[in-house]
C-alpha cells in the first residue's frame, strides 16, 4: 500500500492504481421493442411495444408515459409489470415517427427514456 497526502492507495504491479469496479447492471433494461430507430414499417397502424426488466421493482406502471410525434398517448397506454404497448387508433400518415417512452420510478424520477 502507499500513502499519498494522507490517503491510502492500492496500487498495481506496474505502479498504476487498481482498475475501477465494473458498475453493476442497470435496475432497468430494455428487452426489446418493436419498433427499431429507422425501421420501414408498412404497417399504418403499428403496434409500439417496449418490453423492459425491472430487477429492483422501481418503475411505478401510473407514471409510464409515451409520446408518438409529440402527442401524448400515456392515456392509451396498455401497462403490465414489464413491458408497455400502445396501438394508433387511426392509420399514421406516411413518413418517420417519433416515439418515446419514459420510464419513471415510484420516487418519480425518469430511470430510463426509450425512444
Known amino acids: ?14 505502479g498504476q492504481p487498481p482498475p475501477a469496479a465494473p458498475e453493476p447492471p442497470s435496475a432497468i433494461s430494455v428487452i426489446s421493442r418493436s419498433l427499431e430507430p429507422g425501421a420501414k ?11 423492459f426488466q425491472d430487477r429492483q421493482r422501481l418503475v411505478d406502471p401510473g407514471r409510464i408515459t409515451m409520446t408518438l410525434d409529440e402527442a401524448d398517448v400515456t392515456g392509451f397506454l396498455k401497462i403490465a409489470p414489464d413491458r408497455v404497448s400502445y396501438t ?9 415517427r417519433r416515439v418515446q417512452v419514459n420510464l419513471v420510478g415510484k420516487d418519480g424520477q425518469t430511470l430510463q427514456t426509450v425512444g
Do not use: F, N, T
Request: proline share 21%; glycine share 12%.
Open 1 to 14: 500500500m502507499l500513502l499519498i497526502a494522507g490517503i491510502p492507495r492500492l496500487v498495481g504491479a506496474q
Open 41 to 51: 414499417i408498412p404497417d399504418r397502424r403499428p403496434p409500439i411495444e417496449v418490453v
Open 88 to 96: 394508433p387508433p387511426s392509420g399514421l400518415p406516411a413518413g418517420q
